[in-house]
């Protein structure tokens, strides 16, 4: 099945910056990237994906990257707020809409103040 | 923002117990997914429904949990006999077959 590397694990950055994370995959069938936000005791929120027909995608300060080549995508936080301290999932589904989602090991991201 | 309900939030039951979690997927979302979200925040997916039919399930929902999706009635996802492991968050997701999953707030089994 489909394997997801996300890397960091861990990510502090300074208020105002920009925070990047990056994952790979491996079936070269996926081609749909949501990522989600999850703050502690709550559920995963999606907060921007992109699909295998784009190469970059913007919803306000969130960027996404995908090279489909390299099987990687990323997402980029510009302009980083306290808010924006969360844990953060990458996934990968293949082919459906009813296909499972499989999730990357997560990133902790801390905005420092 | 989800419109996936899911019951109890929380769970505490003993080892050898059923436990057993509920949701309402979004209405008009077909599929429905669970997941099970690991103390290291691993996912693990366990079972995927579409209407009232099983599109695919792993081993171990195969073999230790029973779960359906009855019409016009909650889905459900119990586990027959808890292991201490079992202890997680159990999030459903659902979806009108299109590729965004949405997830309810989750029900947090711990198995003591």
């Known amino acids: 099945g489909e394997q997801v590397e996300q890397l960091p694990s861990i990510l502090r950055v300074q208020e105002g910056s920009s925070a990047s994370i990056n994952c790979s995959y491996e079936d070269s069938a996926s081609n749909y990237f949501p990522w989600y936000k999850q703050e502690p005791g709550e559920n995963p929120k999606l907060i921007i994906d992109i699909r295998s027909n784009m190469e970059r995608k913007q919803i306000q300060e969130l960027i996404v990257l995908l090279d489909k080549k390299a099987k990687r995508f990323s997402l980029h936080i510009t302009d980083t707020q306290p808010g924006d301290s969360a844990m953060y999932f990458c996934a990968a589904s293949a082919n459906y809409g009813n296909e499972k989602i499989t999730f990357g090991a997560g990133t902790k991201l801390t905005i420092k103040p | 923002n989800s419109k996936v309900i899911q019951t109890p939030r929380y769970l505490v039951k003993g080892q050898g117990q059923k436990a057993k979690m509920r949701c309402i997927p979004e209405k008009g979302h077909p599929v429905v997914f669970w997941y099970q979200q690991n103390k290291n925040n691993e996912f693990k997916f366990l079972i995927n429904?579409?209407?009232?039919?099983?599109?695919?399930q792993i081993d171990m929902t195969e073999k230790r949990f029973s779960a359906e999706c009855p019409s016009n009635s909650p889905c459900s996802l119990e586990i027959q006999s808890s292991e201490a492991g079992d202890s997680a968050l159990y999030l459903c997701a659902s979806t009108l077959s299109t590729y965004e999953q949405y997830f309810g707030p989750g029900t947090r089994l711990t198995v003591l």
């Open positions: 429904f579409q209407n009232q039919e099983v599109l695919q």
